[in-house]
């Protein structure tokens, strides 16, 4: 049996140099408890996008701006498990953010487990 400890990002066909700790949420309908004067009332339900949240090393051949351009990309979350995730629209959201730890970046998309 595999355990999952490190991830690994391709988008657009180019596998990414990426550090350790990437997070997926697959997305899909999320619950919510409501509650009430009286306690627990049931749940309510959204429709959340799928999230990658990830951190490129900042190399000379990685450019801040061409990761904040990504659109609807083909992207892949594949496990050192086996488990791969992919989304064939996936876009960054928020402006990616250069540290001295990298690029750290958040994409949404429509993800599935193949």
């Known amino acids: 049996m595999a355990i999952h400890g490190r991830a690994y990002i391709t988008i657009g066909g180019r596998r990414y140099n990426t550090k350790e700790g990437a997070t997926i949420k697959i997305g899909g309908e999320a619950g919510e408890a409501v509650v009430g004067d009286s306690g627990f009332a049931g749940m309510q339900y959204k ?39 992919v989304s064939s629209d996936a876009s960054n959201g928020p402006v990616p953010e250069l540290s001295k730890d990298g690029i750290k970046a958040t994409f949404y998309g429509t993800f599935k487990e193949v």
């Not at 996008?49 to 990504?70: N, P, Y």
């Open 47 to 85: 429709h959340e996008a799928g999230q990658v949240d990830c951190t490129f090393i900042a190399s000379d051949d990685v450019k801040l701006t061409d990761i904040q351009k990504i659109k609807n990309a083909n992207m892949s979350f594949d496990s050192d498990n086996g488990t791969s995730y």
